[in-house]
């Protein structure tokens, strides 16, 4: 299976523009930004149709949360290998007075799911089952969590305003991208096994640039939302369009699992880092717990006398990594089923014992790295962010998921959207990797009605009482370092924000015990020092797709959207 690391959305508002860079897309015809600056705020998106949604929505009055809502529903037609309303997700929100809270819509197990569901009579796993089959759909919570902020914090108070884009976009059809004509193409074959119906991702011809797709089922799915609301899709025909596709084939979701669904909202994971406060998501997302973790043992380090990718700058987040890494496998996990060890894990004496066997001229094998011990009981790589800054001060950053690029490949007959394969985010088989090579123990067990451990880091960065950053990215498990270095880029090593977001990344995470670098960013001589240090290198293609919102020192926000994709950024006019 090909893991490929696409950001939907990073969403940042914007009223005043006063610079902007941009390419252009040839034969489509769209305008491609990819930086922009403004004392109000902006959109960037990974596609220009759904930032031109949410801009839209801005003129009209609308707030961070209307425009982000808008914005999600619109990639949910144009952006399918990512885009969802068959996924879930997190919400951070920092309104304008400076108070922080987060919403948890992240997918939960059914509750005819046991710890076993995925292991033969012999106790082994049964290759596949877990990632492209009706078993491997978790309960989604995109649309539970879009209405749910709605219904708390929308300035228009107007859903059909928000939702209509999407149906047009859906009905009308709209032109794909060169990229979405061959993720779509090399995708065929899934789709085709998992689905033997018609759905529109695949025809008789092969997809090229500029070719229209149009959803019709999925336009009237979302109409049908519209006028029913939320209860449409967890209890009306959609529901039951869902679980007849689901229990049709040897799937277990219910409609009362449906119904049964509800998000969460959730107190941030807080934490300084050299004067900066960073708000972060709390498990079941392990990303702001392993953030904060890293940036601690980080912080008595002189990373900017060390050098920006220095051998020994590699060495030491290496090591770090390393390290958080290995405590997510053991201790992190759903809280409303196993007693999680946070303020132990994030505290600073025991990060300092974490790093009493790190070694500056040699890398510790991960074999001899294991969890921290603590006086407690043990209890997509396809993800979308959004980051916003409205005119009145409010930032939000949401980051969703369908895990793997076009999730399961499964489309709900007649309903047009695609559903999540985020059961494969569970330790399916404790000591067992998932399909980005992540290991898990009891804590992340399946269990009936349990939301699944997740990667997903949306942040907000806070100083001097204002808001210095919104950020986040897709990626699978190397969210969580990718938004560390981003980070680390823009407060050690005092980058420019664009530069921050561009420069080469690279990423560790215990098991299994290598680093992996962007194809080329490395010299051979670097990379021969690293092994000498002990290190085992491997060259990847991009790591993650970073959307982020910086704060300019005159008090402007510069909004960046990624090379690594199609990212635009777009103003308010």
Known sequence: MRFKFTLLLALILSVLLTDCSSTISDKLGYNIHKKAVSSMGMVVSAHPLASEVGTNILKQGGNAIDAAIAVQLALAVVYPAAGNIGGGGFMVFTDQKGQTVTLDFREKAPSAANRDLYLDSKGDVIEGLSTSSHLAVGVPGTVDGIFTIFEKYSKLKNFDLLIKPAIELAANGYKITAEEANDLNYSESEFKRLNKYAIPFVRSTAWKQGDVLKQTDLAETLQRIMNNGRSEFYEGKTAEMLVKCISENKGIITLDDLKKYKSVWRKPIAGHYRGYTILSMAPPSSGGVLLLQMLKMLEPYDLKTMGFQSKQYIHLLTEVQRRSYADRSVYLGDPAFVKIPVHQLLDSMYLLSRMRNFNPLRAIPSKLISAGT????????????????????????????????????????????????????????????????????????????????????????????????????????????????????????????????????????????????????????????????????????????????????????????????????????
């Open 374 to 573: 603590m006086p407690l009981p043990h209890e997509s790589e396809e993800t979308t962010h959004i980051s916003i800054i409205d005119k009145d001060g409010n930032a939000v950053s949401i980051t969703t998921t369908l895990n793997s690029s076009y999730g399961s490949n499964i489309v709900v007959n007649g309903a047009g959207f695609i559903l999540n394969n985020e059961m494969d985010d569970f330790s399916i088989k404790p000591g067992n990797l998932n399909q980005y090579g992540l290991i898990g123990a009891e804590a992340n067990a399946i269990q009936p009605g349990k939301r699944m451990l997740s990667s997903m880091t949306p942040t907000v960065v806070m100083k001097d009482g204002k808001i210095f950053a919104v950020v986040g990215s897709p990626g699978g498990s190397t969210i969580i370092t990718t938004v560390l270095q981003v980070l680390v880029n823009l407060i050690d090593h005092k980058m420019d924000p664009y530069d921050a977001v561009q420069a080469g990344r690279f990423h560790s995470q215990w098991l299994p015990d290598k680093i992996y670098v962007e194809n080329g960013l490395w010299s051979k001589q670097l990379t021969r020092q690293l092994e000498e240090m002990g290190h085992a290198i491997e060259s990847r293609t991009d790591i993650g797709r970073v959307e982020a919102i910086v704060r300019n020192m005159d008090g402007t926000y510069i909004g960046i959207a990624d090379k690594r994709g199609d990212d635009d950024v777009e103003v308010v006019k």
